[in-house]
């Protein structure tokens, strides 16, 4: 790389991290409380695929240890938000699904940062957004070594 585009590149993650770190800051200030980002997070998944999924496939979803997502897990369990059950067929398998509590609180939270999603792209304009979206989707697929979409 040249100079360029090291300047380049440290300014893009640069943004990134802010946005990142000021992103999570303001959601979590209008998420329900005792919700946390990687709570709504797992149900919202949970709510939009209508499916079980095992702690690990979650943890492989969102890009963190099994440990992690099992603290998650739990936490989301002792809401009463998932339901865990044994696999039937692999006694050391567990599998995770949301409970109607956990819809609920998840649509809360949803009903809780929708204003304040919605003005962000307000304020950017709808087609900067869609013009940021495939530039942001490449780059999270180069770096978790996943294939483009």
Do not use: C
């Not at 590149?9 to 959601?27: H, K, M, P």
């Not at 992690?68 to 998932?82: C, D, I, P, R, S």
């Amino acid at each position: 790389m040249d100079d360029t585009t090291d300047t380049l590149a440290v300014s893009l993650f640069g943004e990134i991290l802010t946005v990142d770190q000021l992103a999570r800051n303001q959601l979590s200030k209008v998420l329900p409380k005792g919700m946390e980002i990687s709570h709504f997070s797992v149900l919202n998944h949970l709510a939009r695929t209508k499916s079980e999924k095992t702690p690990a496939q979650l943890a492989q979803l969102f890009h963190v240890t099994r440990g992690a997502m099992t603290n998650t897990v739990t936490k989301l369990e002792w809401a009463g938000y998932v339901h865990v059950r044994p696999d039937w067929d692999d006694a050391r398998r567990k599998w995770v699904s949301i409970s109607p509590a956990g819809t609920r609180a998840r649509d809360v939270a949803y009903q809780a940062i929708s204003p304040m999603l919605r003005g962000l792209v307000e304020d950017l304009g709808p087609d900067a957004v869609k013009e940021a979206l495939p530039l942001l989707r490449a780059l999270r697929d180069r770096m978790s070594g996943e294939p483009e979409t």
